[in-house]
RNA sequence: GCCUCCUUAGCUCAGUGGUAGAGCAGCUCACUCGUAAUGAGCAGGUCGUGGGUUCAACUCCCAUGGGAGGCUCCA
């Protein structure tokens, strides 16, 4: 008999060799159907694996990630074994689970392609095969074995993953014919993937190098229930409504024109006020907390850059500079504003006293990215950053962190992001040579951002090797409305550009010293911000920031003049007021303004006249019942002043 | 940049080797209306662009612009 732990501390004794199935099915059957994988002393394992010891166990229903993994990873089993049928001599490159479903990554082989019209016939085919219900078996081979399987079947790409495992540790696993290499964990058999959709079809670098082959990457998502598939397809359904390049579209607040440039926004007059409303509430906070405005220009020498170290880093992958007619002198478009921002602060001299020194700038950068790589406004070649740096003694550098990850809180609350996490991006200590600057410096950035963030007790994860090349960074990620995540805000250290542009004050010892420099956008930019608040209010903006407040609509053109006064009375009380004086009835101009999201809608009919007042109906909340304009007014004021403070 | 796909009216989308259609939006007229679609009419596209095949191309082929999803990249 061996004994089993379970996590909430009860052991219980079994027979050797019983699997986590089977010690479900003891619990009951019920759970034992609902359970897709098992972690065995800490290990990740296959429900069917016969425990042989004293373990811990612990059974992942489908809520469990080790669940989904599992499931879907299973999942990519069963589509691989749906594409040998349908594509015979295919090649399979790697399959796993990811965030959404799971993806194969195979080669046809010569000359033959893998379309969206054949998604349909795949899907077919793997749930032809699952309701075969074959078991999934896990064997242990050696390398040698291993090798001359995939070498008869001719698959170059699994081989090339063999040779590179240690022998004694691969494991295959097999459901009806088909067999693939695998670390596993499965399923205990196919039956239990009931529902299933092969998503899409893309192109993948072998083993991610651009240098390799192309192989096609077919991406699907399968769940235990159809009615999950089903809820699963209407939020996919919701999130291309929320997409912010249609609802930009449709709002009409920015645009794009290949005339003008591919990946260049243009704002439209609605989204461009929306932009400088953001600009200005965010200026305002700025100036309370302690920050200077700068502005400089959109080129700078490229000898800026070359001092800086951008030019040498990312020169090549930049716009060309441009030169000048006469004097031959070369430009770069600003990719960066912190170049700038140390000549601002060396074109004065400072004492420690006045230390630190908070840097701001709304800086539109230029920067060149790929064009398979743009994406509406949240991957662009021009984009405006709420960018800033502090130039604070190394003495300051944990207040600083901390008055900035406090800013952060602040403006994502009144954004409407409550829920959000942190990621600490650290250098990769095995490979020094990528980043620039002292051990020392490194360490006690490093330092200075860890207890920041404990000591304002973010929640945080820690991503070893995802620094900056010249300096640890604290990125923070929201979580939208439907669930998506968005990185906005960045916190980085760097001690590179003070000594490259060597930045100085004076100490109290009349001693010259290096100031550190903190980089930071709380918006990002202010392109992306915005196309991540589109995405997480589907356009229906808080109040204070949306293009139009409010919609007069009178019900006949008999009341046109009344609702004429209402619509100028409003707009001199800076309510951002429409007037809709056509001759509709008053359930379509309902209608169409709600579908505008204008958040206030004012019908105006002979007793409003009569009574000199408005009736008020709010977005999505109905009619507010009558009231006086300046009532109106007021309740206006009183939501924005609830929204953003005083 | 690479892979797959898409590109028809302002928007959403039909469509066939024999030189184009709907709904919504727009405009005009009638109605003058009480909280999510009044009716009628009109107008609107050289089917992204350039070549080619064909008696004939929106349709088939090639190139190219733009877009989508991915890969790679992201100071």
Redesign the pocket.
Known sequence: MIRITFPNGSVREFSKGVSSYEIAQSISQGLANEVYSATVNGELWDLSRPVETDATVRLHKWDDAEAKHAFWHSSAHLMAEALEVLWPGIKFGIGPA?ENGF?YDVDPGDGK?????DLPLIEEKMKELAAKNSPINRSVVSKKEAMELFTAKGDEYKTELISELEDGTITLYRQGNFTDLCRGPHLRDTSQIKAIKV???????W????KRK????I?GITFPKQKLLDEYMVMIEEARKR?H??IG??MELFA?S?KV???LPLWLPKGADMKQRLIDFMTKVLKTRGYVMVSTPHIGNVDL?KTSG?FE???A??FRPITTPQEGETFMLK??N?PHHCEIYNATPHSYKELPIRMAEFGT?Y??????????LT?VRSFTQDDAHHFCRPDQLKEEFKSIIDLVQYIFKIAGFNEFTAQISLRDPSNRDKYIGTDENWEKAEQAIIEAAGEKNLTTTIAIGEA???GPKLDFMVRDAIGRKWQLG?I?VDYNLPERFELTYNGSDNQKHQPVMI?RAIFGSMERFVAVLIENTAGKFPLWLTPDQAVV???????NDYAKTIFNLLNNSDIRTLIDD???????????N??KRIPY?L????????AGTV???R??E??K??MKPKDFISLVREDISKEIGN
């Open positions: 990811v993806y392609v893998i379309t969206d019209a998503l899409s079809l893309a192109g993948a670098y083993r991610g190098d651009e192309m192989m096609t990457r991406y997409d390049r249609r579209k449709d794009f290949p440039g591919m990946g850059y951008h880093k990312y020169g992958d930049s990719p960066m912190c950068v920067r060149y990215e790929m064009s398979g790589e743009l994406h509406g991957r900056a090349f010249y960045t980085q980089h609509l009178p019900i006949s053109e008999k009341f056509r001759s509709e009835k008053i359930g379509k101009k309902i209608r169409d709600e579908l809608l019908v105006i009919g002979e007793k409003e006249v009569e009736s008020v109906r977005q999505g109905g009619d019942g009558v």
